[in-house]
């Protein structure tokens, strides 16, 4: 079985220079922020183009402290995606506040914005695009709506590290950007991680409070705050892992090109070829039966993954707002209908081949036809 995602070759191919910069953090007895965490953000807020980065524990914390920078509560509505990863809702649940769904574009799977403004009442407080599957959003068109309503934007870009459109990055469109440093997604920590990014000195500011015990120097509490901060050890291995995120984001974006060619044009797959606005985190076929496909992707040795089965408005955990199946039309069919091919830095055009002849080889059967 060819690899999904290989850290393995990842790790090879940066070894010496990972190990220096752990050994160096073990060595100082320094675990927690410090210099190594402090020099991460300064690198990662200029690779997104933003004057500030405050690192967190988790990219949950981060869209979390966010969302509490910003001042959101109780009582406000968060419109945002179902077709996300369940940390994007539960991050609005943590504050008190509302998500309020609003269905995705059926090209780019990212939020719909021309469904925005019939989803705005006067408790809403922010948009809360998602860069799926590492695809900016529309965020002209968002950002438009933001201005007009006067809403605040945070960007989930948890799998976007890098994605770019009209000289932006994201995580810069916005008021803030949210990053994930999970191991498997396109920077990745050696454990987990997460970061906050924005150009807005009162955000930065209530970030940097809020990530560590609400301090406003030390013993000075000035609001209620979390532990959120990142670890000396991951601030160390991100700091060295950015250095090569471009070269690894310009591979990633070939093997989902080479796909895109390859690939039979019965199959449906993400709109392409990818330009700068995607970083290929994740690529994404239909079938009218992904999970068939799936099992008989796996037999002839082709790993799949499925981001994500059940829109989050469907989660049981989310019952209690009230969506039923139907609402969101768009988002439910992608549900159904879509699985995820391996995707990674270090595939070898023999693997792309080997996947791209697997899936043509399948989906030419009557009873896997996509229409
Ligand atoms: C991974 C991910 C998160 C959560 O990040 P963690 O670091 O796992 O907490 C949030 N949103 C999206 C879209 C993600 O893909």
Known sequence: ??????????????????????????????????????????????????????????????????????????????????????????????????????????????????????????????????????????????????????????????????????????GAFGDIGCFSFYPGKNLGACGEGGAVVTSNPVFADNLRCLRDWGQRGRHNHVMEGYNTRMDALQGAVLDVKLRHLEDWTERRRAVANAYHAGLSSEIERAAGPFGRDHVGHVYAIRSTDPVGLSTQLNQAGVPTNVHYPMPVHLQPAHADLGYERGRLPVAEAYAASTLSLPIHPDMSAGDIDFVIDAVNRLVTLPSRLTA
């Open 1 to 170: 079985m060819i690899p999904f995602l290989d850290l393995k070759a990842q790790y090879r191919a940066i070894a010496p220079e990972l190990e220096d910069a752990v050994l160096s953090v073990m060595r100082s007895c320094n675990y927690i922020l410090g210099e190594p965490v402090e020099k991460f953000e300064a690198n990662f807020a200029q690779y997104c183009g933003t004057s500030s980065a405050v690192a967190v524990n988790t990219g949950t914390s981060a869209l979390h402290m966010a969302l509490l920078a910003a001042g959101v509560g109780p009582g406000d509505e968060v419109i945002t995606t179902p077709t996300t990863f369940v940390a994007t809702t539960a991050a609005i649940r943590y504050t008190g506040a509302t998500p309020v769904f609003v269905d995705i574009d059926p090209v780019t799977w990212c939020i719909d914005p021309t469904l925005i403004p019939d989803a705005i009442t006067d408790r809403t407080k922010v948009i809360l695009p998602v860069h799926l599957h590492g695809r900016l959003a529309d965020m002209a068109a968002i950002l438009k709506i933001a201005r007009d309503y006067d809403l605040l934007v945070i960007e989930d870009a948890a799998q976007a590290h890098g994605s770019e459109r009209d000289g932006l990055r994201a």
